[in-house]
């Protein structure tokens, strides 16, 4: 059933090239534009109040990402998030580190009021945090585990009505109904800085193609995580987490349906 | 007759590695500080409007790119170009999205009334924009085709009274009485991100040597193009285009004369 | 002596993980987040002046990198730096460029004064201008010789009371008491961007496991130096530098307490 939308969204990619942009932090800006164009989609980074309107108008989704917050930027995401809303533009929101500090955790507030979000994509720390449970985390990691993650992810689904993506050692997609767990990837994955923020840049290519938000959410983190997998068996002796970066990047470029159908271990729960 | 400038640049960048200040996006910042030391230039990014003329008036030339503008750095983009051409520093414009939005289209109209560039380059959207013609872009990339991009490079030129670039399939460059078409390249170029804005800083990094405007504009490009047939040469199976950015980067690192000669491909019109 | 807080600062290193907040520039942000990870500790970058204080709060290290100031950020800078000094949260200054404008040179003053830095990491350039010595530098780039820089660094650590590190051709770190050079390296590591930037980096994770402000120096740059000559070896024809950054980024991701110990080059003055 989800097979269907995948082979889908691969054709589209090719054909129509959707326009993602994003809101989102200076640390991984440079990386999410490369893994966005590598997958096929076209990135466009702009948080200029003045022009986050239009922008977004013109666009197939919007990735909003709080990684390096500040006021300016708060005040685009929030103008750019309602243009969305109004022009049927998606958004998927990576609320970074969710749980750190007040001033992360007020905004994520903010913008789960006054946006109507498509997908929105955490750690378990983050997704905790905006359901109101108490949960662990240090800086923007998390270092909660819990066993319980597939009724939280379901549950905040149905309350928010929209997709939750948990990304973890094993990650949770679900739309409330329907809730997948998918256990591809590798450790490494932990190794390198950015993966979170580039599995929403994949999230915002694939809702881009006009496939199902629980489709999107799923083929993303299962390119992300196969790919992974592919990086990890191209490194030789000497090889670190630059390396393994650099090949998960090349992964993503040489991604196709046949490589995800083959490989993907999804279980639904 | 271009040769000899050529071959000028490359020994002045070994002597006196010249400063090439940038006002720039967070997206390719990084790129552009790695391509500008690779050819053998001395990047700065600095965009506090509390320095920007002092850092300028230190430069060799001035880079300045819209790709993530915002109220704040158009005001310093201003302060630094004047400043530029007050000293006799030569300035060189990226009007990355000119024609994407209101806020981009205005910001250009402005610093073009404000500052005389030495080079503006840009995709042929950009440069259509800037002329007043009406073209297609999306994003912030041109997905314009117009068969007639030389006479309007030309045209524009005569008017600006500056050098201007077109880069695309093939690259145009005009100083109004000469125009060039650069045939090098591959289209690997298309996978990859910030290779305009890469492409500027080596403009940047060539003019500040001292060779006319024309042979800077020309060679960069140049350097661009042929560093990315070598690289598409060097990628091997499971490579993507993460590797190819590694190798051309690589590829300018080890660039010379010799090699420009050699695979340069060009054409007067 | 050394060696033993060395062989320490592994292992806390992996079983602690400790919190490193940076408050840097836009260019180097990602690779510094890299090679933070890469080291073993976990990078965290936040800017806004809303949270700067409970993130530092919960951090082990704070490094304060100048490399983009601007009016907003130094604030931020200050408040972080004061909350650091309050918690007993050692903090790193890298006072990028310090010489090279006035807004550098009197924000390099004001921070000195408001924050009691642990450890001040800069190229000589950098040092004599805070030591109020006559320099020469371009840029952000010191392009001064002085044959007396570990005078200088001891001079200056003993009257600002913290550790100095002085980066170079060799290195030289001094508390005013004890003074080091460190041989290793390579000419190389002049071929890439942002080597200052993600020293400080690795002060900060190695100062975060808790071992001595002076370990934490020598510590850093010589895991810098030694991944460097590492890196330098795995270069093959066609390799040039950007190939040379992945290579570095790997050798810190595998560099152990027993390849430091044996390939370490330290001098006492």
């Known amino acids: ?29 440079h990386i999410c534009a490369d893994i966005t164009l ?43 998030g309602q243009k969305a809303n109004k022009c049927g533009v998606p958004v998927i929101l990576d609320p970074v580190g969710a749980g750190a500090t007040t001033f992360r955790y007020e905004t994520t507030k903010k ?21 109101g449970l108490s949960t662990k985390s240090r ?33 949770i997609i679900s739309d409330g109904e329907t809730t997948l767990v998918l256990k591809n990837g590798t450790s490494l994955l932990g190794s390198i800085t950015g993966t979170g923020c580039m599995s929403a840049s994949l999230i915002g ?22 790919s992974a997998e592919m990086a990890a068996k191209r490194l030789s002796k000497d090889c670190g987490s630059k390396s393994f970066k650099t090949y998960l990047i090349d992964g993503i470029y040489n991604m196709d349906y046949d490589s995800i159908s083959k490989e ?3 279980e639904y729960v």
């Open 1 to 29: 059933m989800l097979k269907k939308e995948f082979e889908k969204a691969f054709s589209l990619l090719k054909n129509n090239s959707p326009l993602v942009h994003h809101i989102t932090n200076y640390v991984t800006a």
């Open 38 to 80: 590598a997958i096929g989609a076209s990135p466009v980074m702009a948080d200029a109040i003045e022009e986050v309107e239009e922008m977004v108008g013109m666009s197939s989704s919007l990735v909003i990402n709080i990684g390096t917050l500040n006021e300016r930027t708060v005040k685009s995401m929030i103008k750019a």
């Open 111 to 131: 913008l789960i009021e006054k946006i109507d979000f498509t997908i929105i994509k955490g750690n378990l720390s983050e997704i905790k945090t905006i359901g």
């Open 139 to 171: 800086g923007v990691d998390s270092i909660d585990m819990d066993s319980n993650s597939h009724n939280i992810g379901k549950e905040l689904a149905k309350k928010l009505n929209c997709v939750i993506a948990i990304t973890g050692q094993e990650d």
């Open 205 to 226: 290519s694939f809702l881009g193609t006009g496939i199902s938000p629980l489709a999107s959410a799923s083929l993303a983190i299962l390119t992300m995580c196969i």
């Open 264 to 266: 993907m271990n999804v």
